[in-house]
């Protein structure tokens, strides 16, 4: 019975090489000169540090233009709130892997409404799709590729 895995998984090799492209960038750009930024990465979340919300908003467009350089999706990012200090503000980033069982039930629930002959099992962070036709898992994955989710999804381990 053929079968296939649905993750979201994210090359943290790449993450961390974007991120320190982004470093170097924010250490020789004109604007960010002479102030205290500081942009860290360290167990799946990145920490940006400056003195205005401003150069926040700066920080993460030059984060997410190395992401998109190095082929990263960036809809594997998530924001948390801004942080306000006297001196400083900063924001983390979470860096998102794995299928959270909310969003994998709805998956589940998509690939079910479309009345395949296939079967959708959720394991951990991710969901195993198995059917008898290779056509049908052919159209769950496009059923999955259109579904309009907000991390990115990779298909993986197809066997026969």
């Given amino acids: 019975m053929p079968t296939f895995d649905v993750v979201s998984e994210v090359n943290l090799h790449e993450v961390t090489n974007a991120v320190n492209q982004a470093i170097r960038e924010i250490a020789t750009r004109f604007d960010f ?9 360290a167990d799946d979340l990145v920490t940006m540090r400056a003195p205005e919300e401003f150069q926040l908003e700066q920080m ?3 984060l997410t233009s190395k992401f998109a350089s190095r082929k990263v999706d960036v809809r594997c990012l998530e924001r948390d709130p801004v942080q306000k200090n006297v001196s400083d503000v900063w924001q983390v980033v979470r860096v998102r892997q794995g299928i959270e069982v909310e969003l994998a039930r709805r998956l589940v629930k998509l690939v079910k409404n479309t009345k395949m002959k296939v079967q959708v099992a959720i394991q951990g962070e ?3 799709v198995s059917g008898k036709k290779r056509d049908d898992l052919q159209t769950a994955i496009q059923v999955l590729k259109d579904a309009n ?3 990115p999804l990779q298909f993986i381990n197809y066997r026969e």
């Avoid at 000169?33 to 990465?41: A, I, Q």
């Fill in 149 to 151: 989710v907000d991390i």
């Fill in 126 to 128: 991710k969901l195993r």
């Fill in 60 to 62: 993460y467009d030059v």
């Fill in 33 to 41: 000169k002479g102030k205290n930024v500081k942009l860290e990465f």
